[in-house]
């Protein structure tokens, strides 16, 4: 299912008492057939490794010896999306399925991977700021902080939720209605018009509103590029702030009203690769925004925004060159 994954546990943790006892039943053999509760963590092989393909070439075990939820990305640094989705899996699908193996693997990658290193190992974080896995990664946290089985599990994922929309908090510029960063990796529609889930979150706590081109259907381009990103859909943000608020009320303040100037400068490591630390920096003006990232050659490591009318546009638009 890919990054679609959340869908697929939303409408367990959500909607189970709805569903006939064959559906819950074929939800748990999905699961089940990922995480193979019946092997213990030590058996499995690297998912990407050649290892587990030669398994298969020997044994033909339909299931293999790789399960990407359980083994490989709750024990070894991946991208950040990835060691937030496998330990999601791993425990909330554990959880479902009564697998101790299985949420003992998601408990493990939650504190040593998203909480301990991707969370703070750093001022800043790997994916700060590319819209669409930076979404990828807060759906997965909100995941922990809603459904988790244990309190200390359901903290950690509150502690990570609070501390990305901080992040991302810090970046915004009311005025522009846009996140103002470098990027790493990023898709450049992304960074001018896209929309994926972080502006659905922001909006859920604003006041005034984060998203731009409401009135726009989800096929929608300005310039060639999307409105809409797909990757954390603006239907997944709503259904996942009926648990719990993504923020509390009164961070709208900080999300409408955010006095300027602002600055912000964190240090960045890239999983502590750079001794001393690489520098990031925002600066927000009344009406214009600019980012920097001492790495050079990534998809943005300069940027800078502006508003030309200098008022506070109800909808934001970018102007052809």
Known sequence: MGWEIEDHLLVWYLFRNLLPAPVQDYMKAYWTAWLQPDLATEAFLFPQGDAAVDYWRRNHDWRGRASFFRDGFNYS?????????????????????????????????????????????????????????????????????????????????????????????????????RFVSSAGRARIAGLLVEQDGIYGALHTVSKQGAANYLDQPASAKQHGMPVWG??????????????????????????????????????????????????????????????SADIRGATADLMAQWCAPRRRPREWRISAP
Do not use: C
């Open 77 to 177: 640094v991946s991208t950040q999306n990835f060691n937030h989705t496998a330990p999601m899996g791993a425990l909330l699908g554990g959880a479902m399925t009564g697998s101790e193996r299985a949420m003992a693997d998601g408990r493990h990658g939650l504190e040593a991977l998203p909480l301990r290193f991707w969370g703070f190992l750093d001022g800043s974080t790997q994916e700060m700021l590319d819209p669409y896995y930076l979404s990828i990664t807060l759906s997965a946290l909100k995941m922990f902080a809603d459904f988790a089985p244990q309190p200390v599990d359901r903290l950690m994922g509150r502690i990570l939720v609070d501390r990305t929309m901080e992040m991302l908090i810090t970046a915004w510029h009311s005025r522009l209605r």
């Open 230 to 291: 797909y990757d954390f859909p603006p239907g997944r943000v709503a259904m996942q702030a009926l648990p719990s608020p993504w923020m509390p009320s009164w961070v709208a303040g900080l999300i409408d009203d955010k006095p300027v100037p602002f600055e912000e400068t964190a240090a960045e490591t890239t999983r502590g690769n750079f001794k001393p630390p690489l520098w990031r920096r925002v600066w927000l003006g009344r009406w214009h925004g600019l980012a």
